[in-house]
């Protein structure tokens, strides 16, 4: 695959992160917006992940440590994924 292929995957990949966050953040507008406590704890972890992983993406040493850490399995999701694996 050329770079320009690669950049335009790459792209799409970071717009999809940005709609899946953004979906979470109107769930979130949605079921919780009378809860402030937890609809203020969403928001902020919600705002965290999206500035972290733009922070992370933007430094060479924290993406490097990430790719090996994923190519040697070291990073555990405490997320129950196994679902939505299984239907894809």
Do not use: P, W
């Not at 940005?18 to 705002?47: C, M, P, Q, R």
């Not at 060479?60 to 440590?65: D, T």
């Amino acid at each position: 695959m050329n770079s320009s292929k690669l950049k335009e995957k790459a792209e799409k990949n970071f717009e999809n992160v940005k709609v899946a966050l953004k979906g979470l953040y109107d769930i979130l507008d949605i079921t919780l917006s009378d809860d402030k406590f937890y609809y203020e704890a969403g928001k902020d972890n919600i705002t965290a992940v999206y500035k972290n992983l733009i922070e992370l993406l933007l430094n060479e040493y924290g993406l490097r440590n990430l790719l090996k850490k994923i190519q040697n399995s070291e990073v555990e999701l405490n997320i129950v994924l196994n679902e939505y694996i299984a239907n894809t």
